[in-house]
């Protein structure tokens, strides 16, 4: 099988992978992984221990617990700076579509390599997008040098996102690098990407999952066992 000559969104999100460091990040790891712990707490239990007429009780117990593991997922982080209108390009790739593929499978996005002028003049970068309304049976790549009014979601970031209204200057611009292509260039900078909260890099966000794990489990456990 031919190797791929051209590995561009692999690369990009390699050189802009960021760890995901943040408070609310690791409150979203310990959430996620003191959730697992309980549900498979309970289900030892249930399956183990003698039931008792307290059961319902502690079940209800372990459930305000565990939507309380879901509370840091429900809230959205405070933007740092306001979202910079962008136009940006397609790039080509000779990596294959399917592991490109993300999000549910009735309606997957696909990943594309881009290149992104933003509006304020800050300069073009590098990125990576979630193309949305993908074919799911037989998907397959834009047209290399597609053009898309979309916005930077913050300034000095390379995640890009659906802009709520497209304005004419982004209109403007989309019809000048119709007309002038070699305008802006295909190989700029990378711009940094935030990784989401449950891609563990080290082994300390990783005993920020599993150790929760651990204690959840036991906690359901010991509810189980005293109220019911």
Request: hydrophobic share 45%; proline share 10%.
């Amino acid at each position: 099988m031919r190797a791929p000559k051209t590995r561009v969104v692999a690369e990009i999100r390699k050189e802009a992978g960021v760890p995901a460091t943040r408070p609310i990040d690791v409150a979203r790891r310990v959430g996620a992984g003191a959730g697992v712990g309980i549900l498979f707490g309970v289900l030892v239990a249930v399956l183990s221990m003698q039931r008792g007429a307290h059961l319902p009780l502690a079940l209800v117990v372990c459930l305000i617990l565990l939507a309380a593991c879901l509370v840091p997922w429900s809230v959205r982080p405070r933007r740092q700076a306001d979202p910079v209108p962008v136009v940006v390009r397609t790039l080509g790739t000779d990596e294959p579509v399917g592991p490109r593929l993300t999000g549910p499978r009735r309606s997957p996005s696909l990943l594309v390599p881009v290149v992104a002028r933003p509006l304020d003049g800050s300069g073009d970068f590098r990125t990576v997008i979630a193309l949305k309304g993908v074919d799911r049976v037989r998907p397959k790549d834009p047209p290399v040098g597609s053009l898309y009014a979309l916005q930077q979601s913050e300034k000095g970031f390379g995640e890009i996102e659906n802009v709520p209204r497209i304005s004419q200057e982004q209109l403007d611009l989309i019809e000048h690098l119709r007309a002038h292509p070699k305008a802006m260039a295909n190989n700029p900078s990378v711009l940094p990407i935030r990784v989401g909260a449950m891609d563990r890099r080290g082994w300390a966000q990783q005993m920020q999952f599993w150790l929760p794990v651990l204690l959840g489990g036991l906690m359901a456990l010991g509810v189980i066992w005293v109220v019911g």
